[in-house]
């Protein structure tokens, strides 16, 4: 009978590839912390009326990869939200497709509500010609 020895259930160790795929992810976020981290040191000494601006033009790159058609709006939408909440975004990749989807949401209502006052509009407008011809006919 064959004993079994512990050190040959050793945990699952990815491979070479595995490693080092992995690795070069972390040191990219790792990258990217110190950028955002640099970036924010500068809107803190930054005067009040250029934080918005500066974090506007960060957040429209983000925005823009995942919205292009839409990337200027959505920013503008978001920047009326407290400096606070626009570095959580920065942050939080999680944090900027909420409000991306939040964002998406409200220009939705808004062009459903625009489309309903155009038909409305319409419907206006048929009725007057309606009502110039019925005049003209008596």
Do not use: W
Request: glycine share 2%; aromatic share 4%; with cysteine.
């Amino acid at each position: 009978m064959a004993l079994l020895c512990l050190d040959d259930l050793s945990p699952f160790e990815p491979s070479g590839r595995e490693h080092e795929d992995r690795r070069a992810q972390l040191q990219a976020q790792h990258a990217q912390r110190q950028t955002l981290f640099v970036f924010l040191q500068r809107v803190a000494a930054a005067r009040p009326e250029e934080k918005k601006e500066m974090l506007g033009e960060r957040l429209f790159r983000l925005v823009q990869q995942r919205q292009p058609e839409l990337a200027g709006k959505i920013t503008g939408m978001l920047l009326e939200l407290d400096v606070t909440v626009l570095i959580r975004l920065l942050e939080s990749d999680q944090a900027l497709e909420e409000s991306i989807k939040e964002a998406l949401y409200e220009l939705n209502c808004d062009s459903d509500e625009s489309d309903e006052e155009s038909d409305e509009e319409e419907v206006d407008a048929d009725t007057e010609v309606e009502s110039v011809v019925h005049i003209e006919d008596i």
